[in-house]
């Protein structure tokens, strides 16, 4: 009557806990932003914060345009249309094209401040002109408008007044209303917010069912029973379901690391009922006369211990995201733990409670028909090999890993995030061009603060420009201080010495920007200073590849404003990347030391052994320093996903060493000896772990097919991480108790 009442009561709570879970799940919200990805009080984004406090808040899309000949009639029609129309909109405060960029002039002793194109040139003689004034100026050729004239920049600054989603679509109405002559890639942060969104979504749509399709087919070729598809299945279900629902129970939003949860889930939430089953069809093959409820208990009495003790080793692991500076992988860990946690719960009470309904006459000799599989095969093989040559095969692996492991020379950290989105994305190629062709895409904003207008702080600004355009990583450096000089070419004949210089006194700059304000527009001066003249603003323009770039220009920047009174910090996108990647690079450190050290701990528990802490933990040591060489190898970077490869793959690979180490324990318990302990427990337990693992391989397989690149990558390592972590667990770690004899597993 109690068993009955059980496992009605188990049946009962799970359908009110699915119900409510699918009631939060249609709460969820998306959130695609990186930099919010980051704490509030990380530097880099308190100074972006302070300088949107001052000059507004910056929201750069850059629209590149790539045609035979930039200056052809047809490409500046399209050019200026495009201009008109995004000039002529309340979403934008800027646009820099070649239509809006001025030149400043002097007429009869006068400033005149013109518009570079006034009309758009007809003949091939005003071409070749215009293409001579461009050429002559360094702030424009190279920066705006490529060397060779094939490709030209138009840069809008957004203000926050639509969506991200809006905006581009205001944006490619507007560019398919003019038909292009050449072709057209988009770029920036909020281009980029807008593509992942999207993005995240149809991940969503397509790798869930994908990933249960293949799980399906995976488990029923394993097991060729509908109830051994159906129960683990389930569980699978239950857990993505109540991992999705405490995102929103939290108040949190899914990030692009959250699309890995509920694929973690597939992967591994069916790993506990994997082995139920294994152990389920290996009683019912052994004990045919025995009822249904006793092959049950028999399995639950067996597995109980070990299933949770593996269960509790990943969620171990797993907990090991939660020391990451990010915050969506601090989430992904708590999310994951308590995920794992429910599908380890519902394997044991869940899965029983259903099995119990049927009748014996229902169960299918199963177990019979996978002796004679590849897998048994395999394993058949392994335990030979084992059994024959355990100094050649440590020898083997420590060659590999000692191979592999070089990799690690060339392993680096991202320094952005350009490569979320694949190669062939118009997003990719923008930047692409924008590198190459034109004065790149990374920006840094030094702020200064004084009278802005006195000579000598304009001075240390010309002279902090001249020292930063050494540097051949960067193109181009802008400030207030800049257009001064130009306005004094201007003003002045070339063979004065106030010509391209600084003027000696501050009622003299006063004069220079009133008549500028007379002449142009004085709105081009708020991008440089405020209102008051008492901040001003210098705008850094570079390319880079790496961290070290951005690294180099900052420690330059600090050098050369060490002792100035007037600095006040630095700020721009690329430094919150920075500083994403080198908290990225930390995270990854403490996370993998405390998972690390939390396994062998536990392992010591469980065996009583720190032998056997040691000893479990070569695995996973061995499954990392080898993916991480291969990422060397391979040139993949560590990045916003691939940093979270070590802990899932702990936390995932400990299970087989547990397993393994356990059965060898038990046989040798029942009065076997070592080697055949070990044969016996890679044939009978090394099929259920084969299965688990490959179960998580396949789960991980449908990443594959994801729409961002990194999410694609982190899918083929952890693949490959636990590809690793199976094959040292099944004939490392046997190699190892059949050479070294370790005590823990005859006490």
């Given at each position: 009557m109690n068993q009955s009442i059980n496992k009605w009561g188990v049946l009962i709570l799970t359908g009110i806990v699915t119900i409510a879970s699918v009631f939060f799940i249609f709460r969820l919200s998306i959130n695609s932003d990186i930099e919010s990805y980051l704490p509030d009080h990380i530097s880099s984004k308190m100074n972006n914060d302070s300088i949107e406090s001052i000059f507004g808040i910056k929201e750069p899309i850059l629209l590149v345009f790539e045609s035979d000949d930039i200056l052809k009639s047809e490409s500046l029609e399209?050019?200026?249309?495009?201009?008109?129309?995004?000039?002529?909109?309340?979403?934008?405060?800027?646009?820099?094209?070649?239509?809006?960029?001025?030149?400043?002039?002097?007429?009869?002793?006068?400033?005149?401040?013109?518009?570079?194109?006034?009309?758009?040139?007809?003949?091939?003689?005003?071409?070749?002109?215009?293409?001579?004034?461009?050429?002559?100026?360094?702030?424009?050729?190279?920066?705006?408008i490529s060397e060779n004239f094939t490709t030209t920049m138009i840069l809008l600054n957004a203000l926050p007044v639509e969506s991200d989603k809006d905006m581009v679509k205001m944006i490619l109405q507007t560019i398919q209303k003019y038909p292009a002559t050449g072709k057209v890639y988009l770029n920036g942060p909020l281009y980029m917010r807008a593509e992942a969104n999207e993005k995240i979504s149809f991940d969503f749509m397509v790798l869930l069912p994908v990933g249960i399709l293949f799980m399906i087919i995976f488990l029923f070729f394993s097991f060729r029973q509908k109830r051994a598809v159906i129960l683990p299945l389930s569980v699978v279900a239950l857990a993505i379901l109540i991992s999705l629902a405490l995102i929103s129970v939290f108040n949190w939003q899914l990030s692009i690391i959250g699309i890995l949860i509920p694929v973690m889930m597939i992967a591994i939430a069916n790993d506990y009922g994997i082995h139920y089953i294994t152990k389920y069809q290996e009683l019912s093959n052994s004990y045919p006369e025995l009822?249904?409820?006793?092959?049950?208990?028999?399995?639950?009495?067996?597995?109980?211990?070990?299933?949770?003790?593996?269960?509790?080793?990943?969620?171990?692991?797993?907990?090991?995201?939660?020391?990451?500076?990010?915050?969506?992988?601090?989430?992904?860990?708590?999310?994951?733990?308590?995920?794992?946690?429910?599908?380890?719960?519902?394997?044991?009470?869940?899965?029983?409670?259903?099995l119990t309904l049927f009748n014996k006459s229902n169960r299918k000799n199963i177990y019979l028909t996978q002796k004679q599989n590849i897998i048994n095969s395999l394993l058949l093989f392994s335990a030979k090999i084992i059994h024959s040559s355990p100094k050649r095969i440590i020898y083997f692996f420590i060659l590999f890993l000692m191979i592999s492991g070089a990799g690690l020379i060339s392993f680096g950290v991202a320094s952005d995030f350009d490569d979320i989105l694949h190669k062939n994305h118009p997003y990719s190629k923008a930047l692409k061009l924008a590198n190459d062709e034109l004065g790149g895409t990374k920006n840094i904003s030094v702020l200064f603060q004084g009278d802005i207008r006195d000579p000598k702080i304009l001075k240390k600004l010309n002279d902090y420009e001249n020292e930063l355009e050494r540097m051949p990583e960067i193109s181009s450096v802008t400030s207030l201080a800049t257009m001064i000089r130009e306005m004094s070419k201007a003003l002045y004949e070339s063979t004065d010495s106030e010509y391209d210089?600084?003027?000696?006194?501050?009622?003299?700059?006063?004069?220079?920007?009133?008549?500028?304000?007379?002449?142009?527009?004085?709105?081009?001066?708020?991008?440089?200073?405020?209102?008051?003249?008492?901040?001003?603003?210098?705008?850094?323009?570079?390319?880079?590849?790496?961290?070290?770039?951005?690294?180099?220009?900052?420690?330059?920047?600090?050098?050369?404003?060490?002792?100035?009174?007037?600095?006040?910090?630095?700020?721009?996108?690329?430094?919150?990347e920075k500083q994403l990647s080198d908290a990225i690079a930390l995270g990854q450190a403490y996370s993998l030391a405390?998972?690390?050290?939390?396994?062998?701990?536990?392992?010591?528990?469980?065996?009583?052994?720190?032998?056997?802490?040691?000893?479990?933990?070569?695995?996973?040591?061995?499954?990392?320093?080898?993916?991480f060489g291969i990422m060397g190898w391979m040139g993949v970077q560590l990045n916003i996903v691939t940093a979270l490869?070590?802990?899932?793959?702990?936390?995932?690979?400990?299970?087989?060493?547990?397993?393994?180490?356990?059965?060898?324990?038990?046989?040798?318990?029942?009065?076997?000896?070592?080697?055949?302990?070990?044969?016996?427990?890679?044939?009978?337990?090394?099929?259920?772990?084969?299965?688990?693992?490959?179960?998580?391989?396949?789960?991980?397989?449908?990443?594959?097919?994801?729409?961002?690149?990194?999410?694609?990558?982190?899918?083929?390592?952890?693949?490959?991480?636990?590809?690793?972590?199976?094959?040292?667990?099944?004939?490392?770690?046997?190699?190892?108790?059949?050479?070294?004899?370790?005590?823990?597993?005859?006490?």
């Open positions: 399209w050019i200026q249309n495009i201009n008109n129309e995004l000039t002529g909109s309340d979403a934008f405060d800027r646009v820099i094209s070649i239509f809006e960029t001025k030149l400043i002039e002097g007429k009869d002793g006068m400033m005149i401040v013109e518009k570079l194109i006034d009309n758009i040139p007809e003949t091939e003689t005003e071409r070749n002109a215009l293409r001579k004034k461009i050429q002559s100026n360094e702030n424009i050729y190279r920066q705006l009822p249904e409820k006793t092959i049950v208990e028999k399995t639950t009495k067996y597995l109980k211990k070990p299933v949770i003790l593996t269960g509790l080793t990943t969620m171990a692991g797993l907990m090991g995201l939660m020391l990451h500076i990010m915050l969506p992988a601090k989430q992904m860990g708590l999310i994951s733990t308590i995920g794992i946690g429910a599908a380890l719960l519902l394997s044991l009470t869940l899965i029983p409670s259903v210089a600084i003027p000696e006194q501050r009622n003299t700059v006063s004069q220079f920007l009133e008549l500028y304000n007379m002449s142009g527009d004085p709105a081009d001066l708020e991008y440089f200073t405020d209102f008051d003249f008492k901040y001003a603003l210098m705008e850094i323009q570079f390319r880079s590849e790496n961290k070290k770039t951005i690294s180099l220009i900052e420690e330059r920047i600090n050098a050369l404003t060490k002792d100035d009174p007037n600095f006040s910090l630095t700020g721009g996108y690329c430094l919150v405390f998972a690390l050290l939390l396994i062998i701990t536990m392992l010591a528990i469980i065996f009583k052994s720190l032998a056997a802490g040691l000893i479990g933990g070569l695995p996973l040591l061995f499954s990392i320093i080898s993916t490869l070590s802990s899932v793959s702990i936390g995932l690979g400990v299970d087989y060493t547990i397993h393994i180490l356990w059965r060898i324990k038990k046989e040798i318990r029942l009065g076997k000896s070592l080697k055949t302990s070990i044969q016996k427990s890679i044939r009978t337990s090394g099929y259920g772990i084969t299965i688990n693992a490959l179960s998580v391989i396949i789960g991980f397989s449908v990443l594959l097919f994801s729409s961002f690149g990194i999410i694609r990558s982190f899918g083929f390592l952890i693949m490959l991480s636990i590809t690793i972590c199976l094959i040292c667990s099944m004939i490392l770690i046997p190699a190892i108790c059949l050479l070294f004899k370790p005590k823990f597993l005859f006490k």
